[in-house]
């Protein structure tokens, strides 16, 4: 038999996911002059000098081997120790693998949990990785739709209609990307007792949980379904260290055995010395006072954003209560998409803002706008929008 030679060969599981559909838009932004992103979904913060400073010290001391696959057994302590100080929740440390970022601790528990036969449910709108996530598992995707009038919360009534005996999974995110919604305690007991009912598990990715506003409160779903969950968290929003890649999650037995047999092949171990520094951003208190101040900053730019869109004419902001998002209805009389708005913004006042249509299509109608900006920009991009919108 001929075979036809192909130039590269590549694994058919490879086109069941996409790279992001807003590439389009930040190619022809990148082609502008004067462009003001607040598309950016990364802390504008440099990492706190005191975790800089351990980094450094731990590179000199020699922390520049392989470590356990699990993570640097003082670090998962130090985990442990922040469970308990903050939310009151035991966490046994060898239910903590270290992560190269939450992204890899949610990749980790698709690959580990889900395979062809299985559902997941996963929120709509919701952060980008978990649907691609789940085609490379290739389970089953239900959406489940968010809406402004739960405020943006998972209807447990909704969920349940959902559950199948196929259904292995449900995807929660609060504070949430890209909506800032939070989790109230009712919902997320709620949630909880489905999971332990049906037996599922909850795959609870808790990122921005130290930014709150207006009194909100975090609840970490280990905390109510202990034996179902698997949690994901980050050192990249909380302590401004996007470019480390450190991460973990929590999770029952079995699976955080078979979370540490994958991680065991694909990375090996987080990095060293980033572990090391990861031991001083839990337990110093200046890297937590680096925290507090951060959060008052984002605290007066949600405030300013939020002013500024009640001004403006064609947009309405959800209030959101966490992360670093503001989510806003386009107004349906001007007929135009989550993207043709975009695009429009962008050529009319030199703003990038994501189509909420990047999230899911129940995104369609909504755009997200980050705050993760300097506040002189933020108010520059704000007056440039007022002026573009009142000029409709
Ligand atoms: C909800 C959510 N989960 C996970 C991530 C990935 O974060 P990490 O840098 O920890 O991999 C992000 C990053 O934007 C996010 O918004």
């Not at 996530?133 to 489940?144: C, F, N, P, V, Y």
């Not at 890649?245 to 955080?256: E, S």
């Not at 065991?264 to 680096?290: C, E, H, M, P």
């Not at 008052?296 to 001004?311: G, I, M, Q």
Request: net charge negative.
């Amino acid at each position: 038999m001929r075979y036809k030679r192909r130039k590269y060969f590549m694994a058919g599981r490879i086109n069941l996911i996409q790279r992001s559909k807003i590439r389009e838009l930040f190619e022809k932004a990148r082609r502008m002059k004067n462009v003001i992103s607040l598309g950016i979904g990364e802390p504008d913060f440099d990492t706190p000098e005191i975790i800089k400073e351990a980094a450094k010290r731990a590179l000199d001391e020699g922390y520049t081997h392989y470590t356990p696959n699990a993570g640097i057994p003082e670090f998962r302590e130090a985990i442990a120790e922040y469970y308990k100080d903050f939310y009151r929740v035991d966490i046994d440390p060898d239910n903590i693998i270290v992560t190269a970022g939450a992204y890899e601790a949610t990749y980790l528990a698709f690959e580990s949990l889900l395979e062809e036969g299985d559902d997941v449910i996963i929120p709509d709108p919701a952060f980008v990785c978990y649907a691609e996530d789940a085609k490379i598992s290739e389970a089953g995707i239900l959406r489940i739709p968010l809406r402004p009038e739960n405020g943006f919360r998972m209807d447990p009534d909704e969920v349940v209609e959902l559950v199948t005996k196929r259904t292995r999974m449900i995807v929660m995110n609060y504070p949430n990307n890209p909506t800032g919604a939070t989790l109230d305690k009712e919902t997320a007991k709620a949630i909880a007792d489905i999971a332990k009912d049906y037996n599922i598990y909850i795959l609870s990715d808790e990122p921005y949980e130290h930014f709150l506003y207006e009194g909100a409160r975090h609840h970490p779903m280990i905390k109510y379904a202990p034996d179902n969950t698997i949690l994901a968290n980050s050192f990249s929003k909380t302590f401004a260290m996007t470019g480390w890649r450190l991460g973990f999650a929590i999770a029952p037995g079995q699976v955080i055995h078979d979370m540490i047999k994958l991680h065991a092949y694909i990375i090996g171990n987080a990095a060293s010395f980033v572990q090391i520094a990861g031991i001083t951003a839990l337990r110093d208190k200046r890297s937590w006072d680096a925290v507090k101040e951060m959060r008052e900053v984002y605290s007066k730019r949600r405030k300013t954003v939020l002013r500024y869109l009640n001004e403006m004419p064609h947009i309405e902001p959800f209030r959101p209560k966490g992360a670093f998002y503001v989510w806003a209805r386009i107004d349906p009389e001007l007929d135009m998409s989550s993207e043709d708005f975009a695009n429009w913004l962008l050529e009319n006042s030199g703003v990038v803002v994501i189509p909420g249509t990047a999230f899911g299509k129940h995104g369609e109608g909504w755009i997200r706008i980050s705050y993760a900006t300097k506040m002189d920009l933020l108010t520059e991009a704000m007056e440039r929008m007022k002026a573009a919108l009142e000029g409709l």
